[in-house]
């Protein structure tokens, strides 16, 4: 007996062919779209930084085990001195969710958003969480198999296969941009925002802030940047660079309140 032919849509084996990476791309974009749209979530604030960030807490016990055992003591050290800046995303993340329940009546504005991970996406998410707000967690499938944090909202934790459909979202709807101590891909998404803003491909209003002054000012010499011509003086106006988080929230919140409180609906 010849076996019945499967409906193309649940041929598991051409679904993840080469020929069918068209209806993945547009899977992964559809699914997000309408999960927003379903939870009235119009934009976002995105937070970005490090995976290997830890809570004050945790790095305090490591901190004081390796001081007792003699062993690791450096990183330990270097770890207790990063999680500051996991308290200062999880309080950032607090303020402005609590600041945005009062634009989130029918709908839900400035949701805090992050790359779904440990770290600083984890603390992000976590001050939203205790601020009893909405958080989505945008993830990615990786090598390691890094799993979601615990603190994204029910519904709203995704995983996606490809980088540059994860990028569109962590980018598109969001109203702010908050960037802490990171790696390779907090770079990655810095430069590749800070392009989009210079060269008008991002035209909203879409503040950017850089936390932690030493940490940015060693990594890139910005000025340099611009006394060699390399991009214009004006273009260093682009972002804030700060350590404190309470002029991180003025700077945002006075952007926000001034250019994008007529946005009443998301159109991706």
């Known amino acids: 007996m010849k076996s019945k032919p499967k409906q193309a849509f649940k041929d598991i084996d051409f679904l993840e062919s080469p020929s069918a990476r068209s209806v993945r791309i547009l899977s992964e974009y559809e699914k997000v779209k309408s999960v927003l749209?379903?939870?009235?979530?119009?934009?976002?604030?995105?937070?970005?930084?490090?995976?290997?960030?830890?809570?004050?807490?945790?790095?305090?016990?490591?901190l004081n085990k390796a001081k007792r055992n003699k062993k690791n003591l450096a990183a330990a050290e270097m770890d207790y001195q990063n999680s500051k800046f996991y308290e200062d995303a999880r309080?950032?993340?607090?303020?402005?969710t609590e600041w945005a329940k009062k634009f989130s009546k029918k709908n839900y504005r400035f949701v805090t958003a992050t790359g779904g991970g440990p770290g600083i996406m984890e603390a992000a998410n976590r001050g939203a969480f205790?601020?009893?707000?909405?958080?989505?967690?945008?993830?990615?499938?990786?090598?390691?198999?890094q799993n979601n944090n615990r603190y994204i909202t029910e519904g709203l934790s995704f995983q996606f296969h490809y980088f540059f459909m994860r990028k569109f979202f962590l980018t598109y709807p969001a109203r702010?941009?908050?960037?802490?101590?990171?790696?390779?891909?907090?770079?990655?998404?810095?430069?590749?925002?800070?392009?989009?803003?210079?060269?008008?491909?991002?035209?909203?209003?879409?503040?950017?802030?850089?936390?932690?002054?030493?940490?940015?000012?060693?990594?890139?010499?910005?000025?340099?940047?611009?006394?060699?011509?390399?991009?214009?003086?004006?273009?260093?106006?682009?972002?804030?660079?700060?350590?404190?988080?309470?002029?991180?929230?003025?700077?945002?919140?006075?952007v926000l309140l001034e250019k994008c409180l007529d946005r009443t609906s998301i159109n991706i």
């Not at 604030?45 to 016990?61: M, N, Q, W």
């Not at 907090?186 to 932690?212: A, C, H, R, W, Y």
Request: aromatic share 12%.
């Open 130 to 145: 205790e601020a009893g707000g909405k958080t989505i967690g945008f993830g990615i499938r990786l090598p390691e198999e």
């Open 37 to 62: 749209e379903f939870n009235r979530i119009i934009d976002t604030i995105t937070f970005f930084g490090s995976t290997h960030c830890i809570e004050r807490k945790l790095a305090k016990e490591n």
């Open 91 to 96: 309080k950032l993340s607090f303020k402005f």
């Open 176 to 254: 702010a941009t908050i960037m802490f101590p990171g790696g390779f891909g907090t770079l990655d998404e810095l430069t590749e925002i800070l392009t989009l803003k210079q060269t008008n491909k991002i035209e909203k209003p879409m503040p950017v802030v850089l936390i932690g002054k030493d940490y940015w000012n060693t990594l890139i010499n910005f000025k340099h940047l611009a006394e060699t011509r390399m991009i214009r003086k004006k273009d260093l106006s682009l972002f804030l660079i700060t350590d404190y988080i309470d002029q991180a929230f003025e700077f945002i919140t006075c």
